[in-house]
């Protein structure tokens, strides 16, 4: 079955090349692990997404301060995602999951993105193809986000910038 396995996140107040984030426990083999990279107001790219396990990051969606980056079928071990940023970057946050139970490849099979202002927090519908998909959802707020929304499950929200990352079965 699908299932979250662990979750950290590095939102260090400042500026900053680099983020990186150490998961608490090792990654299992197979699994998959989903990376939300926000920022403030200035901002250059990524310039890379990498980990000490050698696993390979995808962009999974992008938005106007935010970038979903994904591995797939993931190497397994003591796991630090570190992401480089082409150039100094105002108030980077990263954010990851990991999850268990998910389809070793192709496992992304819509993405989603919306930006706005207002207290609600909507990427709009998402239809998947089966029954029992595995959904992500992540904020990159100025404020703060209060909660997950209705059917999700929070899993990180974090402290200063409000950030927050939630998923759904």
Known sequence: PIAFVQAIADNTVGQDDTRAAVLPAD?????????????????????????????????????SHQIVYYAENIHGGPTTVTVKFANTTDGPDLRVLEYTGIARDSSLEKAAEQSGA????????????????????????????????PGYMGRLLTPGNGSLAEDTI
């Open 27 to 63: 990654t299992r083999d197979g699994d998959l692990i989903v990376a939300f990279i926000a920022w403030g107001f200035t901002f250059s790219g990524v310039a890379s997404v990498t980990d000490t396990q050698g696993n390979t990051y995808v962009v999974g969606s992008q938005s």
């Open 118 to 149: 207002g207290t609600d927090i909507d990427s709009g519908p998402l239809q998947t193809k089966h029954a029992y998909d595995l959904i992500v959802a992540g904020t990159s707020v100025q404020g703060a986000t209060i909660g997950p929304g």
